[in-house]
């Protein structure tokens, strides 16, 4: 076991509706072209640092910009998206996905993807798919603005960034930390919010703090972990 784990965050590169301008939220929507080169650039970055499990939200922008990230990587590794084989959740042709779809490899040359709602961004409600601008227009620039970058007001049936730490960092702990303390290299390939919150547990931001802070698309961010807490680099 290693004594010190990385932790690679990156938001997705650009999505077209944030070239359009519009609230996104969970609708699924790809990269622009700006946004693969932003992916790319971001996977060369960092393709000297060892990886050996990745974590995606279910948004094709995020796995995506992980994929076209690690096509830069040094270790020529294989992602390999990863099935829950939970027969409580699951239909009988899931299941049986699942099972097929299984390497049997010996993992050396792989690299396992995990695929989490709870890191998919925030849920913009009643604004996804509405231009921003208009919706200004419509109910003033500080009610969107309060929408937009308070920690606990959700935009209307939406999600607050609140609501978005309340599944986002249980999933860190149950699931991300868990293979830190193991010692080995995560690399998650997010969103701004669902990132945000992420960053906000890892630097212990007050509510204040965390409404500051910007997530670029496709810029790396590295921690080092170990028992005695976290660095950024």
């Given at each position: 076991m290693r004594d010190m784990a990385l932790l690679i965050l990156m938001r997705h590169g650009q999505s077209m509706w944030n070239a359009a301008n519009l609230f996104t939220g969970w609708v699924d929507v790809p990269l622009t072209n700006k946004g693969i080169e932003e992916a790319i650039s971001?996977?060369?970055?960092?393709?000297s640092l060892p990886i050996d499990e990745v974590h995606v939200s279910t948004l094709i922008r995020a796995q995506m910009t992980a994929?076209?990230?690690?096509a830069q990587h040094d270790s020529g590794k294989t992602p390999i998206f990863q099935y829950s084989d939970s027969e409580d959740s699951m239909s009988e042709n899931e299941s049986r996905m699942a099972q097929w779809a299984q390497s049997n490899d010996s993992g050396e040359n792989t690299l396992p993807v995990h695929v989490s709602w709870q890191l998919n961004e925030r849920m913009y409600g009643d604004l996804q798919g509405?231009?921003?601008?208009e919706t200004r227009d419509k109910y003033g620039d500080e009610q969107v603005h309060i929408w937009r970058r308070s920690?606990?007001?959700?935009?209307p049936n939406g999600e607050s960034l609140e609501l978005t730490a309340a599944r986002t960092i249980p999933?860190?702990?149950s699931e991300i930390m868990s293979s830190l303390e193991e010692g080995k290299n995560v690399f998650?390939?997010?969103h701004g919010n669902s990132l945000r919150s992420i960053v906000m547990q890892i630097e212990g931001l007050s509510k204040e703090e965390v409404l500051k802070l910007e997530i670029p698309t496709g810029q790396p961010i590295v921690y080092e972990w170990s028992q005695s807490g976290w660095h950024r680099r």
């Open positions: 971001g996977g060369k970055e960092i393709a994929m076209l990230a690690l509405l231009d921003k601008q920690y606990d007001v959700p935009p999933y860190l702990q998650v390939a997010a």
